[in-house]
């Protein structure tokens, strides 16, 4: 294998590129779906494909954008700021009014906690069907995590709001609110938003393989999200990079697709127009390989879920190549998260990597301080020596011969 392929030998030769990619990518901004930092950045990928060696396509999908205009709780003389559900409904600018109290109660205003969203619980939180059903003329919810700070919820039914208009606030407002609620102290809430017509774009290539006879690979990377999210959509990136990189310079025999999709934080909805557009490869392909959010976060367990045992011990055996564990596995069966759900629901083979992190959509995401790159870059060289001899020999041949282990 030359050294053009792997890194292998040179443990700090991608050190500096996975650092520039990162840093790069947080001072682009709060890559939000559609906005003009999340078109920007979009660029920037093509520009990162090009220089690969291989020619990036642009495939466009409309949204009807959510922009905050103002979103605050006021009570008990003080004003607290947060951020509108995108896909609950919203406000005017003069709020609602009312009694707070607890969700489920007959105030008129709802106050709810959200449970923390980590690795092994990344769907919508578990109040939130709640607060959508409930009667409350308005819903705050606290959002809760392992730190302080306000942590975003995702926005799984934005075409399709539902549920009275609900803030979130940092949870370092908590405990004062339930006291409030308990006082019955009259608040008005704001969750007021524009709607916007805006473009987003999945970034796409190929690296055609050499025997077009074999089923092809689907490489998938989610990167847009709140706030900078260097970590949690980042280190994607730099993993998907990686292994476009090592993959261009070994000519495959097997081809190779690679998407990074916008619209991930507003119910996946970049995945399917991307779907829509090949839907040859929803069955066909040896692989949807989901590279999933966090990747080499310091200090925190990964987790792998794989839709047979073929791809779950490829997966297994490429990380211990670097020397890197793995913490935890779902079961096969177990309900795919993020955009592999659709794959999973079309019968397709997926795997996915994904790892926890203490800043998960809380505008601590940045750069440097939630990244470790030298533990990113141990994983994106296994993910890109794994996805090498999957393109080579695939998951199905290693089931057959049974060298998976």
Known sequence: MSEQQTDQGFPGALEPRVASLLQAFDAQGNHRTGTAVDNASADWLTDQ?????????????????????????????????????????FTSAEGVNGRLGLLGSDADIGLAETSPVNVAHTAEADIIPAARQSRHTAVILVTGATRPGLFLSNAPRFLNPAGPPMLQVSNVESAWLKQQAQERAEVTVVASVERTPARAFNVTATIPGLDQSLPPLV????????????????????????????????????????VAMSGHELGFM??????????????RAEAWVFLGSDIGQPRQPNLIHASDDALEHWLLAA???????????????????????????GGGRFVTLACASSVFRNVGDRWPEAVEVSLLARYATALAEGALELAEHGASERRRHGSAS
């Open 49 to 89: 494909v090009r220089q690969l060696g291989l020619e990036p396509s642009l495939e466009t999908f409309t949204l009807s954008r959510a922009d905050p205009q103002l979103a605050y709780a006021r009570l008990a003389n003080r004003r607290i700021d947060g951020v509108p559900m995108f896909d609950a409904t």
């Open 219 to 258: 490489f998938m990377a989610p990167r847009s999200g709140w706030w900078q999210c260097v970590s949690e959509q980042g280190s994607r990136l730099v993993c998907w990079l990686e292994i476009m990189r090592v993959l261009a310079a070994a000519k495959p025999s097997r081809t190779c697709h690679f």
């Open 319 to 345: 990380l211990a190549k670097q020397g890197l564990p793995f913490d935890a596995k779902d079961p096969h069966s177990s309900k795919a998260r993020g955009e592999t759900a659709q794959i999973q629901r």
């Open 270 to 283: 970049g995945m399917t127009p991307y779907v829509e557009r090949h839907q040859d490869l929803l069955k």
